[in-house]
């Protein structure tokens, strides 16, 4: 009975580090911009159950885009492929402290992550006013 009770054990210590594992967010460095240069951001990344990218992204010290000069509309996350293609992947809203949160899914794995400051929310493509990035980064 007590090799069963290590047996069982070491199984379901086995099993729960598989869990943690397949489903361990990581932190992807960001870079900042000379645009907004006090600017800090936290990135962390997981592949979800469809391959997809789950991006959760923290910044700080970053002033309404409205009291840049010239002022924006708004702060766009983008996602863009190695090849160079861009995708919005939403608004990034900054309250009255000067932080920011953001949580999206990109529809693949193996990207990066733009921040720009936009004249309107409907942009296309990212504007030259990049306020924060990463490099290129793989969610696993």
Excluded at 111 to 133: H, K
């Amino acid at each position: 009975m007590i090799t069963l009770t290590r047996t069982t054990g070491l199984v379901a210590l086995v099993g729960a580090a598989a869990l943690t594992l397949a489903g361990c967010a990581h932190t992807v460095a960001v870079n900042r911009s000379t645009i907004v240069p006090g600017a800090t951001g936290k990135l962390t990344v997981e592949k979800d159950d469809s391959g997809n990218a789950k991006i959760k992204l923290e910044v700080a010290h970053l002033a309404p885009s409205s009291q840049l000069s010239p002022p924006r509309a708004a702060y766009v996350v983008w996602g863009q492929t190695r090849d160079g293609r861009a995708f919005m992947l939403g608004q990034l809203k900054v309250d009255d402290e000067y932080n920011g949160a953001f949580e999206g899914t990109a529809p693949v794995t193996s990207l990066r992550v733009i921040v720009s400051a936009e004249e309107s929310t409907a942009a296309t493509q990212p504007s030259s006013q990049i306020v924060l990035s990463t490099d290129n980064f793989e969610a696993d």
